[in-house]
């Protein structure tokens, strides 16, 4: 169970909790049909202590690895409409710019209370469609 | 307003929840290409992981402007939630959706009060607690132990 004393790989115990995460992010959005960053974000602020900025930056980045495999698997079967996808992608990249520049400008806290009321909103979502 | 308007604004909102919160916004553009456009939900879904592509490109270059990615933890989390959404495939057809939506759900507002908490927390010891986001130290796993004896 040794390892090379942490040196040059950061955190054996951090890397297996983001494996951890990733797995389950992916069965979740798998069985539930709601994306991976719902659940990523929460977990690696509240597993891995990410500042809610960092833990939100990153899942943006993370949840694109299956975002977009699962748009070229269905892309390929024939299920994406390519007009629509344009019609709400082109401007949600100009809402995510607004996005992003209102959540600089609040304090982390402001805007981890605002991700817990988002959450609690999405629960009751999921409950209407239950 | 045209039902073009309302996708467009749908669009604009998703962004940005995706920009603010870190998540992808299908949670509005599935139901809205399902209502107003009448697709099936599993073109809705489909359609709408295309659609997220750009904002979450956008997104991503400017929240690492920020500071905000951490790019080793995003691509560990990445890798490992594709390999997740094989299995969760698999699963999916011997599982009942509406219980795994309840339990979800109940989940996400445990979680909800367990951000909340820890704000109230930080407010609480203002000084002390100045740098809460400091992981734990890593505790050394090396073999120091077994050395004391074995070097005599």
Redesign the interface.
């Known amino acids: 169970?040794?390892?090379d004393?942490?040196v040059s790989v950061p955190?054996?115990?951090?890397?297996r909790r983001?494996?951890?995460?990733?797995?389950?992010?992916?069965?979740?959005?798998?069985?539930?049909?709601?994306?991976?960053?719902?659940l990523?974000?929460?977990a690696?602020?509240?597993l891995?202590?990410?500042?809610?900025?960092?833990?939100?930056?990153?899942?943006?980045?993370?949840?694109?690895?299956?975002?977009?495999?699962?748009?070229a698997v269905?892309?390929l079967?024939g299920?994406?409409?390519?007009g629509?996808?344009?019609?709400?992608?082109?401007?949600?990249?100009?809402?995510?710019?607004?996005?992003?520049?209102?959540?600089?400008r609040l304090s982390g806290?402001t805007?981890?209370?605002?991700?817990?009321?988002?959450?609690?909103a999405?629960?009751?979502?999921?409950?209407v469609?239950? | 307003m045209s039902v073009?308007l309302e996708?467009?604004?749908?669009?604009?909102?998703?962004?940005?929840?995706?920009?603010?919160?870190?998540?992808?916004?299908?949670?509005l553009?599935?139901p809205?290409?399902v209502l107003l456009?009448g697709?099936s939900?599993?073109?809705a879904?489909?359609?709408?992981?295309?659609?997220?592509?750009?904002?979450?490109?956008?997104?991503?270059l400017?929240?690492?402007h920020?500071?905000?990615?951490?790019?080793r933890?995003?691509?560990?989390?990445?890798?490992?939630?594709?390999?997740?959404?094989?299995?969760?495939?698999v699963?999916?057809t011997s599982?009942p959706?509406?219980v795994?939506?309840?339990l979800?759900?109940?989940l996400?507002?445990v979680?909800?009060?367990?951000?909340?908490w820890?704000?109230r927390g930080?407010?609480r010891a203002p000084l002390a607690q100045e740098a809460?986001?400091?992981?734990?130290l890593?505790v050394?796993?090396?073999?120091a132990p077994d050395r004391v004896g074995s070097g005599l």
Do not use: H, W
């Open positions: 169970v040794a390892r004393g942490g955190g054996a115990g951090e890397s983001l494996v951890g995460i990733g797995l389950v992010a992916g069965v979740l959005s798998a069985l539930l049909g709601v994306g991976g960053g719902i990523v974000v929460p690696l602020t509240v891995l202590g990410f500042p809610i900025k960092v833990a939100t930056g990153t899942s943006l980045v993370a949840i694109t690895a299956t975002a977009l495999t699962g748009a269905y892309g079967l299920y994406v409409d390519v629509s996808a344009l019609l709400l992608g082109i401007p949600a990249a100009a809402g995510v710019l607004l996005g992003a520049q209102l959540q600089q806290d805007v981890q209370i605002a991700f817990a009321a988002f959450l609690v999405v629960a009751g979502a999921l409950l469609q239950a | 073009v996708i467009a604004a749908t669009g604009v909102a998703a962004g940005f929840l995706a920009g603010m919160f870190g998540v992808g916004g299908g949670i553009m599935v809205a290409m456009l697709f939900q599993l073109d879904q489909a359609t709408s992981l295309a659609a997220m592509l750009p904002a979450l490109g956008a997104g991503a400017r929240q690492r920020f500071g905000n990615v951490r790019a933890a995003a691509v560990t989390v990445g890798a490992c939630s594709l390999a997740g959404v094989g299995f969760g495939t699963l999916a599982l959706e509406p795994l939506r309840v979800f759900s109940i996400l507002v979680v909800a009060f367990r951000l909340l820890e704000v930080r407010r809460p986001g400091l992981p734990n890593p050394p796993e090396g073999p």
